[in-house]
């Protein structure tokens, strides 16, 4: 750098040209922030571009180099805006912090709280500073919602509490509030392309009139003042809180199910009119939803209403509107209550379930009690199955539908 620096002050531009090609070649992440400064500091800006977009590349190690605490604001800013950047919005936001602790060593400053006019920021880098001094600007980072409480933003003590509630409810709510940072995210794709076959045979002769393929399929992710409330629910370990954090009724140990049939048979129809069993259990547990049967026609969506209501006075205890996706088996398909809904001991309650859709599968042979045994504790629930008088699409307890309830003990 110093021979460029020469080469330009005394005007020889072949010296210069072979500097910047020697600079080219040994480009790496290591010194990519270093050689980008002195880039825009010689106006070299086909340097400075390659230094940007290895930087792209190798966001992770560049940052970690020895070189990135000591770049200047303008140099930061400018690779902050970048909507190319291949890196986790919290680690970008932790090398912030330490760029900016170096920074107030160099300046030999103390750290304050403070707002300066917006310079920077992407979704997940909101468009707020903090100040070291008067110039020194450290953006705050919205990174999903996985991590801005576990590792930076909301627990760094930057954020107030109200932008704290902002950013936790753009992440959990919809429609979402209006927040005061670009909530875009950053559109570079990182890694190798991939790419996946779902079937294992190729046959021949499909035709075509107009009409769509489809296919169902969903992503699984391997993969949850007021801003401390939210904090208390987000993440770990969990900051003090001026309330009392302890659900009032707790779901302890591990969820169970029992199931009522023995068999299942093809074709339950539906025409509006709920499918009813009344039930009770000898001991006190929690019900967070049944497991129902889904349509012999193959993949299908169904709509239902499910409810538990107290048999004698008529009250509903819980319910939910709500659907399910089923793949034509003859299996089981979750359907929960939006909380858990507490079932006593031997006291009489009606299971229902108002299902909109194709014909389906129903369960058969069915058992008027049926016992779940704890695998650790040994200690048995046992529930009492009965018919439900009324209007109840013809379930009963030898046939029907609701072969499962799942619960808490």
């Known amino acids: 750098m110093t021979t460029l620096y020469t080469a330009k002050k005394y005007a020889v531009p072949a010296l210069e040209a072979h500097c910047v090609e020697f600079l080219k070649k040994n480009l790496r992440a290591d010194n990519a922030f270093m050689l980008l400064t002195q880039a825009r500091l010689f106006d070299e800006p086909q340097l400075a571009s390659l230094c940007l977009e290895n930087i792209d590349k190798n966001t992770a190690d560049a940052i970690t180099a020895e070189g990135f605490t000591d770049i200047d604001l303008d140099t930061l800013v400018a690779v902050l805006e970048r909507d190319t950047l291949g890196i986790r919005e919290v680690r970008l936001f932790s090398a912030v912090v330490r760029w900016s602790e170096a920074e107030c060593q160099r300046q030999q400053l103390q750290r304050c709280l403070a707002r300066i006019p917006q310079t920077s920021g992407r979704q997940p880098v909101v468009r707020e500073v903090r100040k070291v001094g008067d110039c020194c600007p450290r953006p705050l980072l919205a990174t999903d919602g996985s991590e801005c409480g576990q590792a930076g933003p909301a627990q760094s003590g930057i ?59 969903v992503w699984m992710w391997d993969w949850v003042g007021p801003g401390r409330r939210m904090l208390d629910f987000t993440v770990n370990p969990k900051p003090r809180v001026d309330f009392i954090d302890r659900p009032r009724c707790c779901l302890r140990g591990k969820e169970c199910s029992i199931n009522r049939f023995q068999q299942v048979e093809s074709r339950w129809g539906y025409s509006g009119t709920s499918d009813r069993i009344k039930f009770s259990v000898n001991k006190r547990i929690f019900v967070v939803g049944f497991g129902l049967y889904g349509s012999i026609h193959g993949p299908t969506d169904y709509q239902v ?22 793949d034509g088996s003859a299996s089981t398909f979750r359907v929960m209550f939006k909380e858990p809904v507490e079932v006593l001991p031997n006291v009489n309650y009606t299971a229902c379930a108002t299902l909109k859709g194709p014909d389906s599968h129903y369960g058969t042979k069915g058992l008027r009690k049926v016992t779940h045994e704890s695998p650790t504790t040994g200690a048995k629930t046992c529930f009492t199955f009965c018919y439900a008088a009324g209007n109840n699409n013809g379930t009963s307890v030898e046939d029907g539908q609701i072969p499962e309830v799942i619960f808490y003990t």
């Open 159 to 217: 954020l107030v509490d109200r932008e704290v509630v902002s950013l936790f409810l753009h992440f959990t709510v919809n429609p979402k509030p209006r927040v005061d940072f670009i909530d875009r995210p950053r559109c570079c794709l990182r890694g190798k392309e991939c790419s996946i076959n779902r079937f294992q045979q190729v046959e021949s002769r499909w035709g075509y009139s107009g009409t769509s393929d489809r296919i169902r399929w």
């Open 305 to 326: 209403n499910i409810q538990i209501i107290h048999t004698d006075s008529n009250t509903v205890l819980g319910q939910n509107d709500t659907g399910f996706s089923c």
